[in-house]
């Protein structure tokens, strides 16, 4: 394995963004420091003064493979990721056959080690799958979800009934509960109200703030009973917002740690209705895009601390999939390659630090999910894995569909500023410097805590 010295660069350390050098040894950080002067490193990378910082981890993205190959399949999921800062993902169930018992985790597991080219998780899915669930778990599972409250694309969506025993279940195995947050009773009332309405803009209105502000009220009251580990995925209101700061609010009055994580996506924090005139059915997604008032509350959560995860939710259609009525068209764009841009953009912009962006993309998703202590990912220290991005933070370019690497050719986010990573480490090895360098099936699984090492 390449040893190398990463020299003249910028790092956020000890909370100071201050000049360092990174020596890295067997894939692993060895030792940060302003100067190093005793290593014999086999490859000397001169960054020019850009910054250092940890490889996004993206606990949300749906790679398609197997069933939908089309529209994604591992090997360019994961050059996407590689291309746009990101170094582990943690992919979700809703594929075909999605993922809920044995012989369709296998399978995934088998296509994503021949294809990926970074480190990844699997998720289990959670339906009418119940007596799978402790056996996913012990196969190596991430987490569990996303469990959906509503219909979602790939039909997954569970009752009341189901909802409390899975959490019941997934508390006994220690494990994570991943939740998609949204209110079938509201949304099908909506639905029925706007039936004759097909402008695109209805979507947001079918899945309003209130969808998704009563299925969090109905998972919290859940999770207080069941007692288990859970997190909100996507989301993107002030009312769901104020409910999860609320839950840790009272959880440090009582001095216990809140059960409760949150993540949002980056459509949810750069676009919004105004929008869905530009957009059309492309900005189709779930939960829906929502007005500035949202998107502003989502940016000050993040700061606050509410939100502990960015994820991107990658969902990729192709153009011809979702050139249709905003009734028929799938929900769901891509953007695993445009997260890290996009949060490095909101740094530049001040809308949040650099330390807190580190967080969100990296450290936090890292603890919820075990990926710290089990896998050493997501800490920027020494005897942690190398893997790191260099940004030029001066550099911003506009986002371009046709620079992207996933196979959704077209991006929500085409023509908006951000800043891409000149080079993208994985594991102490140059994946990306402007050209993906990496060969398929090199990126490792990172079993979940309850896997059973004989399995």
């Not at 394995?1 to 067997?26: A, R, W």
């Not at 778990?137 to 469990?147: A, D, K």
């Not at 195995?173 to 402008?199: F, G, W, Y």
Request: proline share 4%; net charge negative.
């Amino acid at each position: 394995m390449t040893d190398i010295l990463i020299t003249n660069t910028k790092v956020f350390y000890n909370n100071i963004l201050q000049p360092g050098e990174i020596q890295i040894n067997d894939g692993k950080i060895q030792r940060i420091a302003k100067n190093i002067t005793s290593a014999d490193p086999d490859l000397l990378i001169d960054a020019k003064g850009a910054l250092t910082i940890p490889g996004g981890i993206d606990v949300h993205v749906h790679f398609r493979e197997p069933g939908m190959i089309k529209k994604e399949d591992w090997y360019t999921g994961s050059c996407s990721a590689a291309a746009g800062g990101t170094t582990t993902v943690v992919e979700h169930p809703n594929t075909i056959p999605p993922t809920i018992d044995k012989s369709s985790f296998k399978e995934k597991l088998k296509l994503a080690n021949r294809k990926s080219i970074i480190d990844f998780g699997i998720n289990g899915g959670v339906t009418k799958n119940l007596e799978s669930l402790s056996l996913l778990w012990e196969l190596g599972v991430t987490s569990f979800g996303e469990i959906f409250m509503a219909e979602s694309t790939g039909g997954l969506n569970i009752d009341e009934k189901d909802f409390s025993e899975a959490l019941g279940i997934i508390k006994e195995l220690d494990a994570v509960a991943c939740i998609h947050a949204e209110d079938e009773n509201i949304r099908l009332e909506n639905e029925k109200l706007l039936k004759h309405d097909l402008s695109p803009n209805s979507h947001s209105r079918i899945r309003s703030n209130l969808c998704e502000g009563i299925a969090v009220q109905n998972a919290l009251e859940t999770i207080a009973e069941k007692g288990t580990r859970s997190h909100f995925c996507h989301i993107s209101t002030l009312d769901a917002l104020g409910l999860i700061r609320k839950e840790a609010y009272v959880a440090q009055n009582e001095g216990r740690e809140s059960k409760v994580t949150c993540e949002t996506a980056p459509h949810h924090l750069f676009l919004s209705t105004r929008d869905w005139d530009r957009l059309g059915t492309f900005g189709k997604m779930n939960p829906p895009l929502r007005d500035r008032r949202n998107v502003k509350a989502l940016m000050n959560a993040i700061n606050d601390g509410t939100v502990n995860a960015i994820a991107s939710d990658h969902a990729p259609h192709s153009e011809f999939d979702k050139d249709l009525d905003i009734r028929s068209a799938p929900s769901g764009v891509p953007g695993v390659e445009t997260l890290m841009p996009l949060m490095l953009m909101a740094v530049k912009k001040n809308l949040l630090p650099i330390g807190r962006m580190i967080e969100v993309t990296s450290r936090n998703p890292a603890r919820i999910f075990g990926l710290d202590t089990k896998h050493s990912k997501g800490v920027f220290a020494e005897g942690y894995d190398a893997d790191l991005i260099i940004v030029d933070t001066h550099t911003a370019t506009p986002i371009k569909a046709d620079k992207l690497h996933s196979k959704a050719g077209w991006t929500p986010f085409e023509n908006m500023d951000a800043i891409f990573p000149k080079m993208t480490i994985s594991k102490g090895e140059v994946i990306w410097d402007g050209e993906l360098i990496a060969e398929k099936g090199r990126g490792s699984f990172l079993e979940g805590c309850g896997c059973l090492e004989d399995e």
